[in-house]
């Protein structure tokens, strides 16, 4: 897989994100999620530093789903029996798109404040 043209590595990466449209509805929920917040930002018109922020935002809880996607396939795959370590794994890389979420509602809620002019 090394030393791949960078269009041979841009294919696999796309083809993990609609694996992931097509396989995982958390991935699905947090892509429509992102979609409708650049419709709200759109409609909104916040300077362009909340947009970079939101934009990483929301790259970030993509991101963290798709990792959280991949450890729950090899954790399944290395040990497909329910064992109490990978239970632990699982409910941690879960966690993990949990605190970026939550930090994601955190910024919309920065942005509205603002907006308001609070």
């Known amino acids: ?3 791949r043209s960078f269009a041979v590595r841009l294919g696999f990466a796309l083809g993990g994100i609609v694996h992931a449209l097509r396989a ?3 991935f699905r929920t947090q892509a429509i999620a992102a979609v409708a917040v650049v419709i709200v930002l759109s409609w909104l018109r916040p300077a362009p530093i909340w947009w970079a922020v939101i934009g990483l935002t929301c790259a970030a809880v993509l991101a963290a789903e798709l990792l959280n ?3 729950e396939h090899l954790a ?6 329910q064992h109490p370590s990978i ?4 409910d941690l890389g879960a966690a993990a798109v949990l605190v970026l979420s939550v930090g ?14 609070g």
């Open 1 to 3: 897989m090394k030393n």
């Open 24 to 26: 995982e509805r958390s």
């Open 69 to 71: 996607t991949a450890l």
């Open 76 to 81: 399944d795959h290395l040990h497909p029996d």
């Open 87 to 90: 239970k632990v794994v699982k």
């Open 104 to 117: 994601a509602l955190l910024v919309a809620a920065a942005l509205l404040i603002e907006l308001r002019g």
